[in-house]
């Protein structure tokens, strides 16, 4: 019986079966599907039942569903949203506000230097795939404030791997402004050459293949091809060192403008897809969280470093976008969105685990600050910014109401 138990088939579907209870469990307490999809991840995690562990199947299914999610956002955005002043400013005061205030009060804690430099650059991540579908589920990704949130993290994104790089540098005593100079260069060019190669290239190229009567005998292979990229993009994302997933959001940007006539609409299959992926994805935060690990001494720490966390990105990015034409209220918004850290500050404190700056209690600290940060924001925008405002939507799937 123990090798049937190992099979994907019944580990997929108990991730399934899981996933639907978390739907279950959002609708009984009135909150977002990622809300009950993470507790649900904790109920049968390590940290209550024990019935499923963050194996590497786990963590490959929730990698794909996080870049699918992303793509599937990125979809819904241009370029010009994205690169502006207002969030190239939201993204660089919201990366220093936060480093500042997570080595702060890691040294008040009394944690070495060391430490203290890796837990801020682990403040400084901002992870939008929870953030991005929250405001999805509501309808609310064309406002003003969802594109400041979106745009500023993935400007966020290359400044924090810059942030990583400085202080994994700092750290080995081998910091130069060539090596911070050469990693800044990656990540600009792979989204500037990225990005133009999407639009220019590869969305026309879909959309003469859609005219031709291989796709007109073929309908899916539209949809394959598209996903193909998706995937490619955040491979190639991976390969300059910054996360898969705005990779998959530069693509999903690429194909904002491509329509097709003849071939099955691939927005509507990575919709499918993203249900299926994105839900094992947010389920599998909460099974990565093990309760059990945090002692008493550093629960308290555990406590200060949210609270730190959430406020160091409210002020460091909502300000900036209050300063820069946003309404109070949006520039709250802006600063809740950007403070879920998520599997970004996960990753970050692996590195430094992997390279002994941090011991396995801080590393537990960092993983689950990260999932209280990505836990307050949905039930933020729920209970108080977006109150009532879930989206209807119709047959094809588009908000019909606008959220109200």
């Not at 944690?111 to 992870?127: N, P, R, V, W």
């Not at 292979?221 to 994302?237: E, H, K, P, T």
């Not at 008493?296 to 409210?314: H, N, S, Y």
């Amino acid at each position: 019986m123990e090798s049937i138990f190992a099979l994907p088939e019944f580990q997929m579907s108990l991730l399934l079966f899981v996933a639907l209870g978390g739907y279950l469990i959002a609708s009984r307490i009135n909150q977002s599907a990622v809300i009950g999809l993470i507790l649900v991840g904790l109920i049968v995690g390590p940290s209550a039942l024990g019935w499923i562990t963050y194996t590497d199947f786990v963590r490959g299914l929730a990698h794909l569903g996080a870049v699918i999610l992303l793509f599937v956002i990125g979809l819904e955005f241009n370029v010009k949203e994205i690169l502006s002043l207002r969030n190239g400013v939201i993204a660089g005061v919201g990366v220093i506000i936060p480093w500042i205030g997570g080595y702060w009060i890691s040294l008040v804690f009394g944690f070495s230097t060391a430490s203290a430099i890796f837990i801020g650059t682990a403040l400084t991540a901002t992870s939008i795939a929870i953030t991005a579908n929250v405001l999805k589920e509501m309808g609310k990704l064309q406002t003003g404030a969802a594109k400041a949130i979106i745009g500023a993290a993935v400007i966020d994104d290359v400044l924090s791997l810059l942030a990583l790089a400085i202080s994994t540098d700092v750290v080995s005593g081998t910091l130069s402004a060539a090596g911070i100079a050469f990693v800044a260069a990656k990540a600009v060019a792979f989204i500037v050459i990225g990005g133009a190669f999407g639009i220019f290239v590869v969305s026309k190229y879909i959309g003469r293949l859609d005219e031709t009567g291989f796709c007109k005998k073929f309908p899916e292979f539209i949809f394959i091809f598209a996903m193909m990229v998706a995937f490619l993009y955040a491979m190639c994302a991976e390969a300059v060192g910054l996360s898969a997933i705005v990779g998959a959001f530069i693509a999903g940007v690429s194909f904002e403008r491509v329509e097709v006539s003849h071939s099955r609409s691939f927005r509507e299959g990575a919709e499918y897809l993203q249900i299926i992926f994105a839900s094992i994805f947010f389920v599998s935060l909460g099974i990565l969280a093990d309760i059990h690990t945090v002692t008493p001494e550093i629960a308290l720490f555990l406590v200060v470093l949210t609270i730190v966390a959430i406020l160091t990105k409210v002020i460091g990015c909502g300000l900036p976008a209050t300063l820069m034409g946003l309404c109070r209220k949006d520039g709250l918004i802006v600063g809740f969105g950007m403070a879920p850290r998520g599997e970004v500050a996960m990753i970050v404190a692996l590195i430094g685990l992997e390279a002994k700056v941090i011991d396995q209690s801080v590393y537990v600290v960092l993983v689950l600050m990260s999932l209280l940060t990505t836990i307050i924001t949905p039930i933020v925008y729920r209970n108080w910014f977006f109150r009532g405002e879930y989206c209807t939507y119709d047959a094809s799937g588009k908000c019909v109401d606008g959220g109200k």
